[in-house]
């Protein structure tokens, strides 16, 4: 009867893990300072709303190659496997045990029957379980499959993270690139401009200081292109080591894309601040972190309360004693035994204080992820929101310079300007290209950046549009 009430109580206290703490909801406003309440579905490849294959494929072998992912997944079997360990501990235990003895005296027969000769011949089944009628193990299982869930949210993070930074040096990289090409363009100019100006003053029609002038900006453009070209290649380098390759080898995907355009940032909308929560794997590692220190001071405060055990032997023996053989009998042996601590010198509740200060402390830890993904977000708004005003302001001005130089062309066809003149306004207009460059490549990044501190990709309704590109030159 009282083995019976044992085991139902032990029923009643399994069961999934408990609530999750509900997180630190206070810290949350309706919508982030820099945009409003807009809400969209998840979109986990967000990467192709970038509409570059060379992006998507160097961003699908990261996802499969990178070293960290494939470190996370490991940690996320070790984890499995511990909550496998520790959720056993819920279930009966079954053995099997067996054992031959012969025990010879060699006495006479005549005393052998103080001191018989036996020989015993046992097996059966042993069965042990800890009654958890106080939830101590299905508390320490709850702790360890949430664990388990954590580690899997730090692979998604990571994967988050190695989508991201493929994307980030890839469109460093595509920037670099094409900011090279530029620069290149405008050392040609300003080269011609050297030329021209060394040709008028043999003439008497330029100073030594304006061919001083032309040449310093020649080599001041020229120191220019080293930085970059070891931009470029270190970026190769970086993503040679990020898909897990030898980075003094070549990668295909980017000699494919030698001839792309450095793509376009697409538009997108932030969601609530509250999607966050649900949204970053980093916030719901934190959440199962919680939870899991809350399941393991529910363990710790079981550990002061009585363990019940239940143990079972079933099995059959055959004997011979003094050379007379038995009938197979049946044995058995059923005890069910409790411990509860007494006196311990206070281990046990130094293990439930370091649980509960644990737990209070993985809140806290909660709070500030929270914190730190909302400044996040927020800082990649204003950086966003402030290079596409940089963006209106260099479309602008790279307007006015092509007028400028269409102007100057007319000018120069009429034989009221000079070719020197024409070439400044050239250089002019290659200048405000390459800027127009830097900011597409900031934009982008910014772009990247804002959609790793929500947590991935989302559509509002219908996917959005590539943002058309203010340069209407092909980069």
């Not at 501990?89 to 005549?110: I, K």
């Amino acid at each position: 009867m009282g083995l019976g009430a044992a085991l139902l109580l032990s029923a009643c206290a399994g069961g999934p893990p408990g609530p999750v703490k509900s997180g630190p909801a206070a810290l949350l406003t309706p919508a982030f300072g820099q945009a409003g309440e807009i809400s969209g579905a998840f979109e986990a490849h967000w990467w192709q709303r970038f509409n570059d294959a060379t992006l998507a494929a160097l961003v699908a072998e990261a996802q499969r190659a990178n070293l960290d992912l494939r470190i996370a997944a490991e940690r996320v079997q070790q984890a499995r496997a511990g909550s496998t360990a520790a959720a056993s501990r819920l279930a009966p235990t079954v053995g099997l045990t067996a054992s031959a003895s012969d025990q010879r005296s060699g006495l006479p027969d005549e005393v052998k029957r103080g001191q018989p000769d036996v020989r015993a011949l046992r097996a059966g089944l042993d069965l042990g379980w800890e009654v958890d009628l106080f939830g101590a193990a299905r508390a320490a299982a709850d702790a360890a499959e949430l664990d388990a869930q954590a580690a899997a949210e730090g692979a998604e993070g990571a994967r988050l993270l190695a989508a991201g930074e493929a994307a980030r040096l890839y469109l460093v990289w595509q920037g670099a690139r094409a900011r090279l090409q530029r620069l290149q363009s405008l050392l040609q100019a300003q080269a011609d401009t050297e030329r021209l100006t060394r040709s008028r003053a043999a003439e008497g029609l330029s100073s030594r200081f304006d061919v001083a002038r032309a040449a310093a900006e020649t080599q001041s453009l020229a120191a220019q292109l080293p930085p970059l070209r070891t931009l470029v290649a270190v970026t190769e380098q970086q993503i040679a080591v990020l898909l897990g390759r030898n980075p003094g080898e070549p990668l295909p995907l980017l000699q494919a894309a030698a001839s792309a355009t450095l793509p376009d940032a697409p538009a997108l909308a932030p969601g609530q601040p509250v999607e966050l929560l649900a949204r970053r794997p980093d916030l719901r590692a934190a959440e199962r972190q919680l939870a899991a220190e809350g399941a393991r001071l529910r363990e710790a405060r079981a550990d002061l309360l009585p363990k019940f055990f239940f143990s079972a032997l079933l099995g059959r023996q055959d004997l011979r004693i003094n050379g007379l053989d038995l009938a197979p009998v049946r044995l058995s042996s059923v005890a069910l035994a409790f411990t509860t601590p007494i006196f311990n010198a206070g281990r046990l509740r130094a293990a439930q204080e370091r649980a509960s200060s644990r737990e209070r402390a993985a809140e806290l830890s909660y709070e500030r992820a929270t914190l730190a993904a909302l400044q996040e977000v927020e800082s990649s708004l204003v950086a966003l929101a402030q290079e596409r005003e940089r963006g209106t302001a260099l479309d602008a001005l790279l307007a006015e310079r092509r007028a400028a130089l269409a102007h100057a062309q007319s000018l120069r066809r009429e034989g009221q300007i000079d070719l020197l003149q024409l070439l400044d306004v050239q250089r002019g207009l290659i200048a405000a290209e390459l800027s127009h460059v830097e900011h597409r490549t900031q934009l982008a990044l910014d772009a990247v950046q804002l959609y790793r501190a929500l947590g991935g990709g989302w559509r509002t309704g219908e996917p959005a549009a590539a943002a058309p590109s203010s340069n209407p030159s092909s980069l």
